[in-house]
Structures are given as C-alpha cells and as structure tokens.
C-alpha cells in the first residue's frame, strides 16, 4: 500500500505541471474574491516554466530588463511594488508579443544595511559586537542570517506576481558575481582608471566608515533644534549661528566670523571675504591669530563667499567642508583634522540650516579627509553623456536629460571604500620592499591572488618576489560598485558564457527616477568602459511614490505601507503593531499612529494584488510624483468584480455547447468590436511608450463604460426573446459569438496588467483552437493591431460611422434618461397605464428618433430603462 500511494503521489505530482491546479470546471463562485483567485496560479506558472526565455522561441526578437535588485535586508514597501507594477506588466507585455522574454532576478548584499541588521542582532541577542567575533566569525554569522532571512523579499516579489526567471536568480555576493567584481577592479587598477588619494569623504561616526552621497539624509532645519545623535545620552543644539572673532595680527583689530559648526574651530587654516566686499579690501595680506595655537591664517579672497551672509567674512577649515575643501585647493592651505573645545562667543542665534545625516546609523555625518580608493569618471562620465546626445541610449521621460548631462559633464571621481567587513573585500595589497612608505599609491598593487600581487610587485621594483610583503585592504567596496556591473555580471562576465552572448546588452533599464546617477549611470559607465557596449537601449524612470496628502513615505509618519497588507488587508491594531517593531523612538511612534489613525480609522480594506498593480499603473503619470490614496485601490477591486460578474453572465448565455465561430454582426455588435479594436490599438501605442495610465484608460472605459454597461445591456433583451419563445435565436447567436470575442480579447489586454483575475476568468472560456491553443493567458498573443483583428480574422472591426451612429444613440438615450428626471418620471411602464400617463409623449417631438428606433428595436431597451 505505501509503494502504491508514493507511485501515485508521483504520478500526481508529474501530471500537476500540465494541468492548472486552480478550480476552473466548477461554476464561478458568486462574487469575486481575492484570496481565491491568486492562491494557486503562481506555483503553476513556474512549473510550466512560462516565465523561462526558453518557453516557445521565436523570430520575433529578444527582450532583456534586470531587476532593480532590492536588498536584502529589505522588505517591501509602495515603492518596490511601483517598480515591480510596472516592469511585470512590460515582461508579460513583451512575452505575449511573442518574444524571447528575460526578466532577471536578484538581490544586493546591502553592505552597511546587512552589517548594521546582524550586529544589532548580536548585540541584543548575545551582547556582542563584531569585535567580540572578529572579522571571520563575523561573515560567517551574516551568512547565517542571509541564509535564513534572506529570500523573504523573494517571496514577496511573487506574491506581486512578478514573473521572474527564479533559477537565474542572482545574489551579488555569489562566487560569480563576486569574481567579476575582482576583475572588474583589477582591470580598472591596472588601466590606471581606479586609483588611491586622500580626500574630503562622507563619513558616519558612529559606522566609522565613509558612505555614498545616497545613504546621506538631508534634514532641514528652521532654527535651533535638539537631535538625537547616537552615543551621546543628551540630544545635540543644531540650527544655530554662531559668531566669534579672529584677531587680525600686528593690530587691534577683529575680524567677526559666523559658523554653523563652531566645533570644527581647531581646523580653521584661513578667513575668506569676498573680492569684492570693500568691508575687507585693507586686509590683503593680512593674517589673522588663532586663538587656541600658534597659527597664522591668511585672509583669503574668494568669489565663493556670500557677502550677505553673517558678517561677510567666513572660516575656513579644508579637512571638514566639501566647499572649504576646494577653497583649500585653490589657495594651497593646509589641512587640520580636529576635535572639539568650548569656546568664548560674540554671539549665538536661531539660523536655518541643512544636517547631514546617515539614513543607516542616524549620525550626523562628517566630512573628513580619509585615504581611499576613487574612479576616475571624466571619460566615462564623457562617453555616457555621448551616447545620450548621440541617440545610442535613450532616457524617457525626456525631462531627465537636463539632470543626466548635468551630472555627466560635471561629474567627479567616485569613491568606492568602505571601511566595513561585510562586502566585496578590496583585491588590492600594500607593498613593503625594505622600508618603503605609501606614496601616493604607488607601493598598492592589485591581483586575483597575493602570488599575483606579489609578483606585479616584483616586476615593478625590480625586485625577486621573495623581498615583497604583502597587506591586503581592509576596506570592502562600495555596494553600487557591484551594482554598476550587475548586467553582465549576472551572465558571468568576464567569461563569454551563452546568456551573455544571447542576452547581453539588454533592451529595457526601468527604474525610480532617484537613483538615475547612483545606479543607472554607474552601469551606464562601467559597461561601457568594460564591454565596450551600453547596458541597455532604453531607460524608464518612474516616479516616486507619495502618500494621498503629496508627504514622502516615512516612518514617523506611519505612512509607510506594506504592499502586502494593501493585498491582504489588516485592521488599524495591525498596523499599529507595526510601529512597535521598529526602531522608532517613543514619541514618534504615538505621532504615527495619529497619523495611521487619521488616514486609515477603519484599517486597509483586502484589494488583491490586481487591484493593486492596476491602481499604481493608473497613477503612473510621467514626470510627476505618485500621491497615491490606498483607499482608492479598493475601487479597482470593484472593477474586477465587475469583470468577474461580465464573464459569470456570459458563460450563462453562452451555454455548454458553445463554439466560437464568426457571423453577420447587428449594428451594436459592429459598435463593440470597433471600441474593442480602437482599445487594443490605444493600448499597443500607449505600451511602446510607457504611457501607462492610457492603458489603464482604455481598458477600464472598454470593460465598464461599453462592454458592461452598454453592449451588455443591449443584448440582454435579445438573450431573454431567445429564452422565451426562440424568436431571436440567430441574433442571440451571433450576439454570443460578439460576446465571446470581446470577452476573450478584453482579457488579453487586461493580462499584463491583472494577471491572476484574467487568467481564472481565461481558463473558463472555451477555446477557438483547443488542440493548439496555449494553455495560458499569459503566453497567448497580445491582441495587435498590426497583424490583423487580434490574430483571429483579416479584417479590422473599427469603423467611425458605426462608432458616430452609436454615439447619436447613447446621446439619445442620455436626453431621454435627462427628460425623464427633469419631469420626475420614475414609475414603470404598468404605474403609467395606471394613471393614464402617455410616457410616449417624452419622444413624440423627436420623430426620427422613432423611426430609428423602430428600425433597431434592440436599442429601445435603453429607452425602458
């Protein structure tokens, strides 16, 4: 009996993969519902291997988009389920147009965001740091907790119905990825376009480690105010102006300068005035004392001073402002890292003022001169900045252009250290031969191993590699290092493997608009300057997702929303449940819950996950942000339950023993299969040019405004004639074939957008080719305008007389509907006999409207109702 029911269970299990495992012979349930719907066609899917660029190739050409690829500490929010919105519904687009379809998955490794996560885990779960482990056991523990946690935003990406590749998966630290990445440095050090300097770098305190210009929050501030600064038990004063005086040597004189930063005094290696400040102009020359060390500070003149800020006259301190910095240059001043005293003030008041803050550690950055690795970005900040004017790259929506040759013509070098230990770890070493020092990164060699390093070493001191000893760098590099090559790492660059040669470059980059420098041009750059070719053809930048009243998404707002609790739903206790997760502080987390209070008193209502891609394709209206109003959602669940109820009446008329064929059409069939074909062209046209909001229009107004509440409503009469006495059987049946095609067709074009709902409804609809039919929605041809009426016949259905007859009818049907409001004519036909009331006489001044519709007697039945 055991090995009978193992054979069976494998038997099923086989015959599972070409079967839907969804209900789809039982009649429809009576209302449509979420859960029911998007249970189980995901795992089907998968099985079938749809999502696979190998499933049904074809001459029809290639597309190619990898993902943003989220972190891995990460877990979803309104903006992941934007981007993935939009690019599932381009990939399933694309894959019903019948190409080789790649949608490329995979994950970053979040170096300062991983880092922080495991050690706060330590910390709170064994009381340790990362010192406590070193730097081995450290990386062994966060690959512990990749391992466990790490694909959870895999899982959510699917309950999106993502329609990912998953076994070309990919995770930035995998021994692939991690190979191109040291090949890609090397190369780089070699070439001489990666080098070390020491300079002016973000740098996180309480991380000790320098971060990217993305990790920085800008917290702007109106006057003094007490922040919260990690290791100090009491909030730190910021947003004051503070005033002292320099004493100008060999006088009596003073000379009054302001400071946001009064801290970074011992720095101070000059006082700068405008040139044209006639405040200043008897101090050329001049020098001025400091008060706490024997130094002398020129009066420098430089046109970056505002003359109408504070005094006119400002400190200089190179080594703490990125601004100081390039004064410093321009005047050869030295560089002094300094520590903080108290100090004696001419004055202190409120002033405006922006901190930088580290969005991971929430310390205050500082500006500080560290020794660290940079790409040089002038020629390839050249060459990206080329190809967009030459036309070889395209960015949509074109109003980013200003910002991308901006950034590209005036572009600085990248600095890619990172003083932490979870990361790519830096494959260069620091030569020693006898005593030598570092000098400007000459005694740095790189190598894929310490023999090669130590034998580049050799080579370029002349020397046996016997006399070389080798120090690796401690330091990682940047994550968007191993980003920028993401689209052939993923294929296993350097080496020529197939996928590489197959789907390399890429078609499609789609992305939010505010990593168009961090990452886009990053990649942009270092493919070219790696493969010699560009990434991809095309960029796509959405917007950026807002809450319903235009604020950013934060969590002291407690507007930030799970895209899963949009699809499930969850009650306001949920919500604020959340809230007590996080790392808010106290006071923040009751200003939240206002705030979840006020916006969602009832909780969020369950939506689905194809009310909620459709809604966020909807609001994705080029160039502007996103203030999306989760309540609204819930409205395009109605929609699909509309679409749900369309089919249920359908499948009713259309009976068991339907066959799809083609008939002579009455004028309202003519009508619907010309707003049908006028829906598919509007949406071909509105998907090459990633109009979404136009597909989403044409759809909703062809299912709701025409097919359900029009065309539906014409036929019914016909239907209910049929039943009765059979007298209208050929035009019920050529109203069923009408019926069939809008719904079959309707559903196509809603399928990239919705497709758990279509691909139910789908599967209950009978089959014109059922032999050779796919066995899916989405991989079925996407209705097309160009290849004749959808693949189905060679004629086209539009046509304007019939669309301008038709839309004389409803306008009709609309005075008469007006007409009988004005006159408060609500009663039925039998309540008028009854009072002797001639409804007729509503008409009677309009006789070709009665003849017309004597003529059509089956639009009369707008007129009863």
């Not at 249970?39 to 291997?49: F, I, N």
Request: neutral net charge; hydrophobic residues 40%.
């Amino acid at each position: 009996i055991w090995d009978y029911c193992s054979f069976l269970q494998l038997y099923l299990n086989q015959i599972s993969i070409y079967l839907p495992v969804s209900d789809v012979v039982s009649p429809l349930p009576d209302s449509y519902s979420p859960q029911y719907v998007e249970a189980a066609w995901y795992p089907w899917w998968e099985k079938q291997g749809f999502f696979k660029p190998e499933f049904g190739q074809n001459p029809r050409g290639i597309f190619m988009m990898c993902i943003p690829p989220p972190n891995v500490t990460g877990s979803l929010h309104l903006g992941h389920a934007l981007t993935n919105a939009i690019q599932d519904t381009l990939t399933r687009w694309h894959r019903m147009r019948c190409e080789t379809t790649l949608w490329n998955p995979g994950c970053d490794h979040a170096g300062i965001a991983t880092q922080v996560v495991v050690e706060k885990k330590l910390m709170r779960e064994k009381g340790t740091s990362r010192h406590d482990l070193g730097r081995e056991k450290f990386i062994e523990e966060v690959w512990k907790w990749k391992n466990e946690k790490g694909d959870r935003i895999y899982h959510q990406l699917k309950k999106l119905g993502s329609s990912l590749d998953w076994d070309r998966a990919c995770f930035t630290m995998d021994p692939k990825l991690s190979y191109a990445v040291q090949e890609a440095f090397i190369r780089m050090h070699d070439e001489g376009v990666i080098y070390r300097s020491k300079r002016l770098v973000n740098w996180s305190c309480s991380l000790n480690s320098a971060i990217s210009d993305i990790e920085v929050d800008k917290n702007e501030l109106s006057g003094r105010t007490l922040l919260p600064v990690p290791g100090y038990k009491e909030k730190v004063e910021f947003g004051v102006l503070v005033s002292f005086a320099y004493k100008v040597d060999g006088s009596d004189e003073e000379v009054v300068v302001a400071t946001t930063r009064i801290e970074t005094m011992l720095g101070d290696t000059a006082v700068a005035v405008h040139p044209s400040d006639s405040r200043y102009q008897h101090l050329k020359g001049k020098t001025v004392l400091h008060p706490f060390c024997d130094r002398k500070m020129p009066v420098v003149f430089d046109d970056f001073v505002d003359m109408s800020f504070g005094t006119g006259a400002v400190k200089i301190t190179p080594a703490h402002d990125h601004n100081d910095y390039e004064v410093g240059v321009r005047h050869n001043l030295c560089l002094i890292i300094t520590s903080s005293l108290p100090y004696q003030f001419k004055e202190i008041k409120d002033n405006p003022m922006v901190v930088p803050v580290c969005s991971r550690s929430k310390d205050i950055v500082e500006p500080l001169m560290k020794p660290q690795w940079y790409v040089s970005c002038s020629d390839m900040g050249k060459q990206a900045a080329d190809a967009v004017r030459e036309g070889r790259l395209k960015i949509i929506p074109d109003h980013h252009l200003k910002t991308w040759f901006n950034w590209m013509d005036n572009i600085r070098d990248w600095c890619i250290s990172r003083q932490l230990w979870w990361g790519h770890r830096i494959p260069a070493y620091f030569i020693t031969v006898s005593d030598a020092s570092d000098m400007d990164g000459h005694y740095w060699v790189s190598g894929r191993t310490p023999e090669e390093a130590r034998e580049k070493a050799a080579k370029r001191f002349n020397v046996s590699p016997d006399k070389i000893a080798l120090r690796q760098d401690e330091d990682v590099l940047d994550t968007w290092f191993s980003s920028g090559i993401f689209p052939f790492s993923i294929f296993g660059w350097p080496n020529e493997t197939e996928d590489l040669n197959v789907f390399y470059p890429g078609t499609l980059l789609e992305t939010g608009h505010d990593i168009l420098f961090f990452w886009v041009a990053r990649m942009v750059m270092m493919g070219l300057k790696l493969t010699g070719k560009l990434p991809f053809k095309e960029v796509y930048l959405h917007a950026v997702v807002r809450d319903a009243h235009g604020r950013k998404m934060s969590k002291s707002l407690g507007n930030v929303i799970d895209p899963l609790d949009v699809i499930t739903g969850i009650a306001l206790e949920g919500l604020h449940a959340q809230l007590m997760d996080s790392n808010l502080d106290p006071l923040e987390v009751e200003k939240a819950k206002q705030g979840q209070k006020a916006d969602y008193p009832n909780g969020i209502p369950e939506c689905g996950t194809d009310a909620l891609r459709f809604a966020l394709c909807a609001y994705t209206s080029q160039g502007r942000d996103i203030n999306l109003d989760v309540n609204r959602i819930l409205g395009y669940r109605h929609f699909c339950n509309k679409l749900w109820n369309a089919v249920k009446f359908a499948m009713r008329t259309l009976g068991d023993q339907f066959v799809p064929l083609s008939g002579e059409e009455s004028v309202s069939d003519r009508w619907i299969l010309s707003r049908l074909s006028t829906a598919v062209a509007q949406c071909d046209a509105a998907f090459r040019t990633y109009d979404f909001p136009a597909i989403t229009t044409a759809i909703y107004n062809f299912w709701l405004y025409e097919l359900c509440d029009v065309y539906l409503e014409s036929v019914k009469p016909v239907f209910i004639k049929a039943k009765e006495d059979g007298s209208c059987e050929r035009p019920a049946a050529v109203c069923r074939q009408t019926l069939y095609t809008c719904l079959e067709v309707g559903l196509r074009l809603l399928a990239p957008l919705m497709p758990f709902v279509t691909e139910e409804l789908y599967q209950r609809l009978p089959r014109r080719r059922p032999q050779s039919d796919p066995p899916s929605i989405c991989v079925t041809p996407y209705p097309d305008v160009v290849i004749g009426s959808f693949h189905l016949f060679q004629f086209c259905w539009q046509c304007e007389d019939v669309d301008r007859d038709m839309d004389f009818i409803m306008a009709v049907v609309r005075t008469i509907r007006s007409l009988r409001s004005d006159y408060k004519l609500t009663k039925t036909a039998a309540d008028c006999k009854q009072t002797k009331l001639n409804c007729s006489s509503l008409v009677a001044p309009l006789p070709e409207i009665c003849l017309w519709f004597r003529k059509t007697p089956m639009c009369s039945s707008f007129l009863i109702k």
